[in-house]
């Protein structure tokens, strides 16, 4: 599959999905964590599946094999990577009483919270479990794939933290909204990239270059995200509208709007974020100020400018079809697609 | 400090909170989570300090000197051990909704479940963070020392969630009570020892030796631990002397008890363990019980029994302070001090 060709089907995520590792990724997890009387078990299947588009595993196998590694070897820790994503899943849906995820009731809404913390807890286990688990690694490269994941989960703790600090506060997240979606999303693309790399046999240096293209990546999937809550319908993101303004979420669209809104437009988006987002006609009237105050065109130039740093990070890898991929993602990233 | 003199102390562990190793694991604790006005490492610090008695790090210094390594070496490691330690705690805290840990508010209590989940997440990524962090350690032993803490947390989830379907559940609980206190307690006794010993260099079978001996000393603790909420005062114990039975724990002294008991007694207990636990005339009937069906005794033969396995595993090491410290541990479990 060439990102050329790609590009032209209704969902490049979708696409990728079905491709050879996404499928191999699907049919593995599916294998590892099938039905089972196991109450434990059980409700961490419900959290990992039906699985979603799997796009950090299938980084992280187009990262092994774009420094010439074997993806079959490092299929596991790319499923472990998965798990650490679903395991703050089901804790962020605790912390912020979210009843639904993926249209179905939340782990915590479903199974209520004690198990809830303990699934969470459980695919965290599961995760460093699944890095190394595989006895032909190289010793080193799981050690530093170790510490890799540690430190990210430390930084997505932080991120949950700063993230919940920052609701409703829109003149103190200009200073901090990189900083928050570098640990909440950036943090956890770097780690499926670099620890792709490293468990592909590459040299540090290396996977810390592929690290850097999955941050950016990452950075520019956020910003696309939280520019979607605006401009795309809730059918193509599948979540209510309104959900950032409800929740006061500070996100880059509405930053760029602020800083170039009179006075009395920021004063509107402070009560409409500090408030419960003003409904339907909240949405309508940020739509509107963003487009007006050029907003929505400088968040894309934000986006394109991740995504060109993430290319920049490539460019040091001879060319190959799991290269392709990785740039094919950076590219999908700046596009329209939902 | 040999092991014949610290028994004369008034209480084993103080002494070896007090000794060398304990000094120094108290001196990093303070050093490496000071005082900050950063939010997470603020909370995981008041979870953290002022610590506890750090068993389970001393265990684990001793362990690596036990097979010839520098225990300097391991402390990070250790640390480590204990930051998982506390991160149960932190879940188990908001799981069983108490109040109160170590004579203070507990983490959720104190900072609300929210603060307190990330805190627990982040403790659990900064033990792995800990386990792999010396530079100079051989890879293979951290990569299996990673795969031994991530089946014991596994391990620890599986007792949590079999500890809360076994309340109040005295008939189901006679065939489970072993695998839930060996998931509950034994498990991160048989890490600390193993890792500790992996860490200081010890081939895998010898470090799986001194697992074992570590899962002796997490059971025997564990039921000393039960049998003291009926033998002991709340001032001995630090808890509230009804607990056990307000919470309706199937521990090993009522299921021996059980065993022992008349119907009508069995009814009664049943009834007991499935409402709030009668309250001092309860835990009163309870003891009196225990006496009469010699549970007391027949407890204190498999405390005996595990503090033997225990021991029996350390025979294989060559004779040193802390083969003695360790053998101590195993004596100290069936002694009558709190």
Redesign the interface.
């Known amino acids: 599959m060439t990102v050329a060709a790609s590009t032209h089907f209704r969902s490049f995520l979708d696409e990728l999905a079905r491709s050879q590792s996404g499928r191999i990724l699907h049919q593995e997890l599916g294998r590892r964590w099938p039905e089972t009387a196991d109450?434990?078990n059980m409700i961490a299947r419900y959290a990992l599946l039906p699985a979603g588009k799997l796009l950090r595993p299938i980084m992280a196998l187009h990262a092994a094999e774009a420094v010439g590694g074997d993806p079959a070897k490092v299929l596991t820790a790319a499923l472990g990577l998965e798990y650490l994503h679903v395991a703050t899943l089901v804790?962020d849906d605790?912390?912020d009483a979210d009843e639904l995820r993926r249209g179905r009731p939340s782990v915590p809404s479903q199974f209520g919270?004690?198990?809830a913390?303990?699934?969470?807890?459980?695919l965290?286990?599961?995760a460093?479990?699944a890095?190394?688990?595989d006895p032909q690694a190289?010793?080193?490269q799981?050690?530093a794939a170790?510490?890799v994941?540690?430190?990210t989960?430390?930084d997505?703790?932080?991120g949950?933290?700063l993230e919940?600090?920052l609701a409703g506060e829109l003149a103190a997240s200009t200073r901090h909204y990189p900083e928050m979606i570098r640990l909440k999303t950036g943090s956890l693309f770097r780690a499926v990239c670099q620890i792709g790399a490293l468990l592909g046999g590459a040299e540090p240096e290396l996977a810390a270059g592929l690290g850097r293209y999955g941050e950016h990546v990452g950075l520019a999937f956020q910003i696309r995200d939280d520019l979607l809550a605006y401009v795309a319908t809730s059918e193509q993101t599948g979540k209510p509208a309104t959900s950032d303004l409800d929740n006061g979420r500070p996100t880059l669209p509405l930053l760029l709007a602020y800083q170039a809104a009179t006075d009395s437009q920021q004063l509107e988006l402070d009560v409409l974020l500090r408030g419960r987002g003003g409904g339907e006609a909240g949405l309508e009237w940020v739509s509107e100020l963003l487009a007006e105050t050029g907003a929505v065109a400088a968040t894309r130039e934000r986006m394109k400018l991740h995504a060109e740093h993430a290319l920049a990070e490539l460019a040091v890898l001879p060319a190959s079809a799991s290269v392709d991929v990785l740039a094919g993602i950076a590219h999908w990233t700046t596009s329209d697609e939902s």
Chains 1, 2 share one sequence.
């Open positions: 109450e434990l804790h605790i912390i919270v004690p198990n913390i303990v699934t969470g807890d459980h965290i286990f599961n460093f479990g890095i190394v688990d190289a010793p080193a799981l050690a170790v510490a994941l540690a430190e989960g430390r997505l703790c932080r949950q933290l919940g600090r």
